[in-house]
């Protein structure tokens, strides 16, 4: 089974910035994705990412975070890394990372079914 490990969350004044990573042993092909939810709120997707595909990489970004957000991969631990930039007050959540398997390259859409989570990182951002 497919078994993400993330990390890399904390607590940041706003303005500031901070570099989550989403680990997935032998994971080569298909969606990983970060989400976030909030005490009382709906969780929400946040930006994904296709692993395995052709150049450039197939990447959607919700419209909350585009051009803050930017997501990477290392291929040679598979590990997904989003960095955060600019961070806000709202944005303070608990961020999950999923994946879903996929043969078909192309944008991963948050709203599918995503099969396998992590355990989540706390992201507290104050003002």
């Known amino acids: 089974q497919v078994q993400p490990v993330e990390s890399g969350g904390g607590s940041v004044q706003a303005g500031g910035s901070l570099r989550l990573s989403c680990a997935a042993s032998g994971y080569r092909r298909g969606c990983m994705g970060w989400f976030r939810q909030a005490p009382g709120k709906e969780r929400e997707g946040v930006a994904t990412?296709?692993?395995?595909?052709?150049?450039?990489?197939?990447?959607y970004y919700s419209d909350s975070v585009k051009g803050r957000f930017t997501l990477s991969t290392d291929d040679a631990t598979g590990t997904v890394y989003m960095e955060m930039e600019n961070l806000k007050p709202e944005d303070t959540a608990m961020y999950y990372c999923?994946?879903?398997?996929?043969?078909?390259?192309?944008?991963?859409?948050?709203?599918?079914?995503?099969?396998?989570w992590g355990q989540g990182t706390q992201v507290t951002v104050s003002s």
């Open positions: 990412i296709y692993l395995g595909g052709s150049s450039p990489m197939h990447t």
């Open positions: 999923a994946a879903k398997l996929r043969w078909r390259e192309g944008v991963c859409s948050p709203s599918d079914v995503w099969s396998f």
